[in-house]
């Protein structure tokens, strides 16, 4: 019965995949054929003691239930696979595992799974990637309120949101591509890493596996791979998570009621938002998104925790990992799978944009009536202090900034009553901040094509 909600709730069947344990024996096997074929090619067993490990290494020949047998019996994870794959080779059983120590095997495997992991969830950041710059080309002269510490700043293009969040997703992308070669080693250098067990062809053998397996070995390890790259792995998926948290924290506030700017997709037919309140569209996959990002941060102090171990190692690890691999790869691929339904039916409200500017009574144009005064009066200083002094009666109401403004006797020497109209006008106020979205839409774009993402066509 499942328990756990990544078994039944959270993540997609191919990041699952990844680490169920079907997938995991294959890949135990999967190394141990690798092992015996760079062996024979060193001459340090027969070809057809590798060919014959090699053969019977598949699911095929080796069950699950063969291995759980002899692990009840022995308690001992990776021997019990050992074993299994002798039974399957016959005569030539006892090469299997030849020189190798148990971590020799799960660290290349967890290297194969991560790789695959890292595969799913770059692919997937970049289709986000590309959603993100679309929507920052289709919302670049769409003009909204701009808001710091909550409270109405000046006005700003709405795709000027997305840009900012395309321009970060490149960055988080970079960094997933030049970590690869750090995180993704396995290593074949037996117990504690000095690769006696393995003989005088050690560095040969060693160099074969893990280039069957397509991953790098460790420059130099214990028995085990060194964990900086695993915590780097995970403090990475951190960083992915809580740029995930941050659109959706920023979807949910403008869904809000009072300002209702966007809503993230909701299927009127038929979803229910409240079991008691029938009128209730909820942002519950930003909600998701948020909630999952406290787990998955929960992650880095485990990783970290995890570079410290005893001598050449002990198991302190090894229990974590189990747990916080798997779980930080599904959680974010939910993560991301759900901002991508997010972003593909994210629902828009333009005249809410344009209520909300003016519901400010043009306290979100006091910089430019401020610096306006500022270029034709005594200076900046002056400028600000009044137009401050006239912003805190204007909170008062009942009269706006700009009426305000046209009503001062100071104001009046230097600004005729066209000039500040002209001046709360919030498409005129919008700085080079529509030239900033051009250029990171098209950087975008090109960033996406060196990856082999096409550039959406028009329309």
Known sequence: MPIHPIEYRYG?????AVFDRSSWLGKMLRVEAALAEAHAEVGDIPVEAARAISENASLKHVTLEAVARYEKEIGHEVMCVVKALSDASGRFGGYVHLGATSADITDSVLALQVKEALSIIRKDLMELTSLL?????RYRDTVCLGRTHGVAAIPMPFGFKFAVWASEAKRHLERLNEAEPR???GKMSGAIGTMAGLGKNAFKVQELTMGKLGIRASEISTQVVPRDGLAEFIGLLCLVSSYLDKIANEVRNLQRTEIREVEEPFEERSQVGSSTMPHKRNPEKCEKVCGLARTIRGYARTALENTVLEHERDLTNSSCERVMVPEACILLDEQLKTMLKVMRGLIVYPENMLRNI??????AMSEAAMLALAAKGPGRQWAHELTRRYSMEAWRGPLGLAEILKKSPEVRKYLTDQE??????????????????DNVVAETHLFLESYGVPKPKEG
């Open 420 to 437: 500040v109209d002209a001046l709360f006008d919030p498409e005129s106020y919008l700085g080079t901040s529509q030239q900033q979205i």
């Open 183 to 185: 995180i993704c080693r």
């Open 12 to 16: 997609s069947a191919e990041m699952r």
């Open 358 to 363: 003016e519901g400010t009574r043009g306290l």
């Open 133 to 137: 710059a679309q929507s920052a080309e």
